[in-house]
């Protein structure tokens, strides 16, 4: 008996199962996880490892430098390679990174897996373009938002599965483990995800040079990426600035901090109903919503902290994750329509534009906090979402609307 006949593989083109699509939500959680295991176990890592306090930063530094490689070097392969292929070797390349920093004994072979694990996660920037190509136009925003929650529900769980992990196991069983699951997801997709085989007829060079074309040729990418980068940052600074002040205001150790965490993950249950209000043509009304309410998110969330109320902190926690949620997945659902044979390109051009200002929102959190405690981070926080609320309003003329 042949290999294919004793297990017939997934044509090109075939329809998503419920079990393909939440498959796909898990790998795409177990692989962007990696980016942020580290950020949690600095302190331990760093020391066994014979790594200087200064140049421990660089574990969280060069990792999403990896990642943000990827997205400009390996997404955009989607539109000249099958996809499920990048994939699976994307899921190889983050395997063996998760296990060379296990093994890793000095600073330079940590680093450089980091890197890798970097690169390697940024197969889940090529499986949600291939969700949305394989899901009926009906169902398109449902699909990409079920495969999305994945995505923050591993964001926003690596944290406290890494202190836990790490407490009970040690740093390095945290990776390994990690590897062991992303290889048998690697396995189910191999088996359970279908094929897309682009159209092709481009050389690598001439995709890489028309990736950051794809923000010129459409209007809509760059409104979108405007919005999302304003979210992203926005929540890069909560997530900075939140800890500080549960540690400083509410007194909260790391397995405080790691409940509020969970908590706060709540968020991505909201992806199914952003996709099914994509799915009805309420893009627009839905963005500006989201807009809306990461501001008075972050407004309410200043005032509950001031009246000491972390149960009221931890519910502002919720709308602020779920607010980057519903933009998350309105976007992707307009950004997807718009050529069908450059969803890889325009993908990366929209997530590099995120990830590269989104990245300071770190910084502004830290920034604002060291010079005025939680109340002036809220109030940047605010700010940016009523930045860009005001520019939706003022200038989107449209561009948010289903097409």
Not at 33 to 43: F, M, R
Not at 149 to 172: C, V
Not at 234 to 250: Q, V
Request: hydrophobic share 55%.
């Amino acid at each position: 008996m042949t290999h294919s006949a004793a297990l017939p593989l997934p044509r090109d083109d075939a329809p998503l199962s419920r079990f393909a699509i939440l498959l796909m939500a898990v790998a795409c959680g177990t692989m962007v996880a990696n980016l942020y295991y580290a950020q949690t176990l600095i302190d331990v890592i760093g020391p066994e490892i014979g790594m200087s306090a200064g140049v421990a930063g660089l574990i969280t530094t060069l990792t999403q430098l990896g990642y943000g490689l990827g997205i400009i070097l390996v997404v955009p392969l989607a539109d000249l390679f099958e996809n499920r292929r990048i994939v699976l070797i994307s899921a190889v390349a983050t395997v063996l990174g998760c296990i060379a920093i296990a093994l890793s004994n000095g600073p330079a072979t940590f680093l450089i897996a980091s890197v890798m694990t970097g690169v390697g996660a940024t197969g889940v920037q090529v499986l949600i373009p291939l969700a949305s190509h394989l899901a009926p136009p009906e169902r398109q925003g449902r699909v990409v938002g079920t495969v999305m929650s994945g995505l923050l529900f591993g964001i926003m769980l690596s944290r406290p599965i890494a202190s836990f992990l790490a407490g009970s196991m040690g740093w390095r069983a945290t990776f390994l483990l990690s590897a062991g699951v992303i290889a048998l997801v690697a396995i189910a997709l191999l088996i359970a995800c279908p094929q897309r085989r682009p159209k092709g007829g481009m050389h690598y060079g001439e995709v890489l040079s028309s990736t950051f074309s794809q923000l010129g040729k459409y209007r809509v990418v760059r409104m979108r990426a405007f919005y999302q980068a304003s979210m992203f940052a926005a929540f890069n600074l909560f997530w900075t600035a939140a800890p500080l002040s549960l540690i400083h205001d509410f007194g909260l150790g790391h397995n405080g901090i790691g409940a509020f965490a969970l908590a706060g993950a709540g968020g991505a249950l909201v992806a199914p109903v952003a996709g099914w209000l994509a799915d009805r043509r309420l893009t627009g009304p839905a963005s500006l919503g989201a807009l809306i309410a990461l501001s008075i998110g972050f407004l309410l969330a200043d005032w509950t902290v001031a009246a000491g109320s972390l149960i009221g902190f931890t519910i502002m926690a919720v709308l602020i994750d779920a607010a980057v949620q519903v933009s998350q997945i309105t976007g992707q659902k307009l950004i997807f329509s718009l050529d069908p044979h450059a969803r890889g390109r325009i993908n990366a051009a929209y997530m590099t534009v995120m990830f590269v200002v989104g990245a300071l929102g770190s910084v502004i959190g830290s920034t604002t906090y060291e010079a005025g405690g939680w109340s002036l981070s809220a109030i940047a926080g605010a700010a940016i979402g009523g930045v860009a609320a005001l520019v939706f309003i003022l200038f989107d003329r449209g561009a948010s609307a289903t097409r």
